[in-house]
């Protein structure tokens, strides 16, 4: 990852001359791209985005491991704002890859005209509230600073890498790479590659990954509930037809709770005899998609424990039908809850049916060391390795801002008002951080992220403008709004299975992490209604205040 080199540009002039900018967006990915089109194209404000990269695209800038790729249907995973950007631009795969996803976000970078103000390499380190001139001073790797009223953050959810603390990790001679940081030279072909981790990434990487590498070997930490996803190519009169209907696609997707495009099941598992519960899981698994087989079943999967383990029993079913050899098929078969992140990818399974792949069990046989050659386990085997790959993921959410030396109100750093928990207002803002915004922060919408994106982002900018149109206010969320949020959504996340699983979605990835709500579960369709309700109730929640009125309680 590239840090600051670059030195920063100041504008010759701007709304307010005490700022070197009216706002300054942290991060040049999905959210920070269609923010700066929502700030500079829309409301006319003087904006700069920092991206630490060396080009655009945030997470697909950064994830270029084989087999990188989205798990949501290609037609929703895009911008919806414009329906000419949305009829201009084709796909031909049901999913795209990552290097199609980054072709479309240059393509919107420079359709709208946004790369002349978007100056990349350059890491942002922290962000200080400067409570004597109402505005943020910004500093760079290299201690550069810049000030801004408003500060947007893009950092990414799933951005702050997790490398795990091996021993003797320093001593290995082969290469070392996380999934987050693949070098472009980096060429599998004949090698005996390792990796660490079967999550999302995980899974995508052992499928491509399997067809090249010389040996394959999998160090799963734990086994997962993977489904089809559909994947191939995409018939041009379909794409054709799903353009001529993206209005009421659009329509659907924001009313929905998943956000991923299709029709949530409103029966219950119950309702239906068992010869029809099978029918519509077989369905399901048939059509592919991991959310579409927890969601479009039945709509009680993730709330209803008995219906969640008829959903895990059909899946482990289908592993013992694909893997061949009795011992791999028992070490990929979960025992737990279906209640992690829904995972879907072509061929995960009957990867294990080739020669040149291996599975080793680390909850079984633990990774006691790394060494020179490779991987010792605690059997005593040294597993020789080329490549040793960590596929382990993120610490997601709020990992990249308690990194950050981010201080508001009374110098206070994140780390300390975040001390119990991550905690926001509808996740795009936290108490006693004024004219501060972040897209996808704490409990934020667990959907199709794009389209909460845009949702955000368009609710961020409405309340800048009203903002400015009270003359500029210094704008933050109260305290009690901030709890009451917090407590929303903890309160809907306990009606789910979900906390009741060790995932990254909880923080539980991350060793010595405080589990912690770190989603709003109530789907997208009822955070758009709740946004509008306080919208339309003068921004019930937020303080405006003149720089000299007194703080928000």
């Avoid at 994947?231 to 009313?255: L, Y």
Wanted: aromatic letters at 10%; a negative charge.
């Amino acid at each position: 990852m590239s840090t600051s080199t670059t030195t920063i540009q100041h504008p010759t002039s701007g709304t307010h001359t005490e700022a070197d900018y009216d706002a300054v967006i942290i991060g040049a990915g999905f959210g920070g791209i269609y923010m700066l089109h929502k700030l500079r194209n829309e409301l006319g404000l003087t904006v700069k985005a920092f991206e630490k990269g060396g080009g655009i695209g945030g997470t697909w800038y950064f994830n270029r491991y084989p087999g990188a790729k989205s798990d949501t249907e290609g037609f929703v995973y895009r911008y919806s704002f414009d329906k000419d950007l949305l009829q201009e631009y084709d796909w031909t795969t049901r999913y795209l890859d990552q290097d199609h996803i980054l072709d479309y976000l240059n393509h919107v970078v420079d359709r709208y005209e946004l790369r002349q103000d978007i100056q990349l390499n350059t890491e942002i380190t922290g962000s200080r509230y400067d409570e004597d001139r109402d505005l943020w001073v910004v500093t760079t790797a290299s201690g550069e600073q810049v000030t801004a009223r408003y500060l947007v953050n893009g950092l990414g959810l799933l951005a702050k890498t997790n490398i795990p603390d091996i021993a003797g990790a320093d001593s290995f001679e082969g290469t070392m790479v996380h999934t987050n940081a693949w070098p472009a030279d980096l060429d599998l072909t004949g090698k005996r590659v390792g990796v660490i981790g079967t999550g999302s990434t995980g899974t995508q990487f052992i499928v491509a990954a399997a067809k090249v590498a010389g040996h394959l070997t999998v160090f799963q930490r734990s086994p997962q509930y993977v489904v089809p996803s559909g994947n191939g190519p995409m018939d041009p009169a379909e794409v054709e037809e799903i353009k001529r209907n993206f209005d009421s696609v659009w329509d659907q997707v924001r009313g929905s709770a998943t956000a991923f495009g299709f029709e949530e099941s409103t029966v219950e598992f119950d309702s239906v005899s068992e010869e029809e519960q099978q029918r519509v899981f077989q369905e399901n698994w048939d059509k592919g998609n991991g959310f579409r087989f927890m969601f479009g079943t039945f709509c009680d999967i993730a709330t209803n424990e008995k219906a969640n383990e008829a959903a895990a029993a059909f899946i482990r079913s289908k592993i013992g039908e694909v893997v061949d050899d009795p011992e791999t098929a028992r070490k990929l078969t979960p025992t737990d809850l279906y209640a992690k992140r829904p995972l879907c990818n072509e061929g995960y399974f009957e990867t294990f049916n080739r020669d040149n792949v291996s599975l080793v069990s680390i909850k079984e046989t633990p990774i006691e060391e790394i060494t020179p050659r490779g991987v010792r386990t605690s059997d005593g085997v040294e597993h020789e390795l080329d490549v040793l790959v960590f596929a382990t993921g993120f610490d997601a959410v709020d990992g990249n801002y308690r990194s950050l030396d981010l201080r508001g109100r009374g110098d206070t750093h994140v780390n300390d008002h975040w001390a119990d928990a991550p905690k926001s207002y509808l996740g795009v803002t936290t108490a006693d951080f004024p004219n501060m915004f972040m897209i996808l922060g704490p409990n934020g919408p667990f959907t199709n992220l794009v389209p909460s994106i845009e949702t955000q982002v368009d609710f961020i900018t409405d309340v800048i403008r009203d903002a400015e149109e009270r003359g500029g206010a210094v704008v933050e969320a109260t305290h009690e709004a901030e709890q009451e949020w917090t407590a929303t959504c903890t309160e809907i996340a306990n009606m789910t299975v979900f906390p009741k699983a060790e995932s990254w979605i909880f923080g539980a990835n991350i060793p010595g992490k405080k589990k912690s709500v770190l989603f709003y579960m109530g789907g997208l369709g009822n955070y758009r209604g709740t946004l509008q309700d306080i919208q339309d109730n003068d921004f019930r929640g937020f303080a405006f205040t003149e720089a000299t009125d007194s703080v928000p309680a």
